[in-house]
């Protein structure tokens, strides 16, 4: 059973458009929510994350929208690049005890210019 | 700064050989480290993660052992390796707290045949 769910494996938008990548999970007990960014052949690095605490989480293009009653989340990336062309993990952990972090099944997002 | 350096970049073993790969962080001292598997185009999941010097907790069996002789230093290794292991290898590493900024590696592509 996923734990964190992804519902698109791949998304593709035009430059300029706005990218919404969904999100959701099963644990109520999941209280970080990080987004990373991975590109071909490397490591995975953080883009944005959010606590449960709150419903939303701004950084520049990149919005995180935090519906902890519905348990989904979701990212959006205003004004998409193709240099935002990646694959996008959701991941989730819960603060008390617990250094495990579970990865979504990732959205391939491709930006077309 | 702090780094990160996985090694090899790849690797391609026969089913049944044995399998070591490394990882080093410079620049951090009492890092958290992890090790993740990512299938080819796949989720990542969390193998191992260590605190301490010594100390090694494993998160999922895959026939695979991890060690930490010393405080920058993570080792992955197996005496027998399965076809079910070839994918993208990937070490982390976190600073001191729990759900904090996970730092990863440029990862291990093995191909076992």
């Known amino acids: 059973q996923q734990q964190v769910r992804q519902s698109s494996q791949s998304l593709t938008v035009w430059e300029g458009e706005t990218a919404i990548l969904n999100c959701s999970y099963e644990?109520?007990?999941?209280?970080?929510f990080p987004w990373y960014q991975q590109f071909p052949g490397e490591g995975p690095a953080l883009l944005i994350a959010?606590?449960?605490?709150?419903d939303k989480k701004e950084d520049g293009r990149f919005t995180i929208f935090f519906n902890k009653r519905e348990k989904n989340l979701s990212l959006h990336i205003k004004d998409s690049q193709p240099g935002d062309s990646a694959t996008y993990f959701c991941?989730?952990?819960?603060?008390?005890?617990?250094?495990?972090?579970?990865f979504g099944s990732g959205t391939q997002l491709t930006v077309m210019p | 700064a702090q780094t990160i350096h996985q090694w090899p970049v790849a690797e391609i073993k026969a089913v049944g050989s044995p399998l070591s790969l490394g990882c080093t962080i410079k620049?951090?001292?009492?890092?958290?480290l992890y090790w993740y598997w990512q299938a080819t185009g796949g989720t990542l999941q969390q193998l191992f993660y260590?605190?301490?010097?010594?100390?090694v907790e494993s998160v999922v069996q895959l026939n695979l052992s991890a060690s930490r002789p010393k405080d920058d230093q993570f080792i992955l290794s197996t005496e027998k390796l399965l076809l079910s292991h070839s994918g993208f290898y990937l070490c982390?590493?976190?600073?001191?707290?729990?759900?904090?900024?996970?730092?990863f590696g440029h990862g291990t592509k093995l191909s076992v045949l």
């Open positions: 982390a590493w976190s600073l001191g707290t729990e759900n904090e900024r996970l730092f």
């Open positions: 644990n109520s007990a999941f209280d970080y």
């Open positions: 959010i606590r449960s605490v709150s």
């Open positions: 991941a989730a952990s819960a603060s008390s005890g617990s250094w495990q972090l579970i």
């Open positions: 620049g951090k001292s009492s890092p958290n």
């Open positions: 260590s605190i301490t010097v010594g100390q």
